[in-house]
């Protein structure tokens, strides 16, 4: 392979992962990106696609800030060889933790803001480290114009919309959500894992949930050809989250989406980590690859 090579440092539970250091970009800063090949990879066989963001969080516990991971090697190959999903690759972009903000929020519901809503949330320092200066259009550039084409040709993968998906947690489910909306020809399936629908920190009088829901009133894809997985828990920063499920199951099923292709699920009790989510991976993976 030209850009991808094994990377043997993981402890994986099964499969194997393949690496490139410093992906290339004029879009974004170059970041590591991995590729999870399942066990019974063959150039035989073709394989839809999942694009996680977070990408470093997802297999190996052991290099994680947390020491938590989300355990996808291990729900992707139990799903697969019980044949309740589609054979699939994992695509996993590694975040920058100073830059995850910028390039994880939808850009085009931030433009939603007037000058006074921006003044208050580029108050938030801590999340917001220059100004209002976003790179979520750019960063899915990066993933659709510079990383989808360079997978396609390495790995032995269905390189249409119906095979190619994307999923996240917090601040990445609000991008899942994101791309399947600006890139609809691309993606056909998004997951968003306690959608961070706060959009920053939790202050009063947020501005932001506003300008999001309002952006997917707007752009939402079509309900006929698309499907979307959200869900949220009830501890530590997903406490934000419940007081939201109303509009936003108002919102889908306006667009026309119904229990086929739409899902809001409450976990009580469940908090903000990958310990949490890595309880419950099993359900948006399959229902976003399960065998029809």
Known sequence: MKYFKGYSDAQLFSGKLMR???????????????VWLPES???????????????????????TWNKQEWKVDEWASKLMKDGKTEDFIVVAIHNIPELRWQDLFPQKAFYLLNEAEKKIIELQSN?????????GDNYLKFLVEELKPIVDSEFSVHENMENTFVMGSSMGGLMSMYAISEYPNIFSGAACISTHWIGAAPIEDNPLPKVIFNYMKSYLPDSSTHKIYFDYGTETLDVHY????????TILTK???????????KFEGTDHSENSWNQRLDIPLTFLLGKE
């Open 20 to 34: 490139m250091d410093s992906f290339p970009s004029k879009f974004i800063k170059s970041r590591p990106v991995d």
């Open 41 to 63: 990879y063959s150039k035989e066989n073709k394989y839809s696609v999942l694009y996680m963001h977070d990408g470093q969080m997802l297999f190996d516990s052991t290099t």
């Open 127 to 135: 999340h917001i480290k220059q100004g209002n200066i976003l790179y």
């Open 242 to 249: 419940p007081q939201y499920a109303t509009t936003v199951n």
């Open 255 to 265: 667009k026309g989406y119904t229990e086929a292709n739409f899902k809001n699920f």
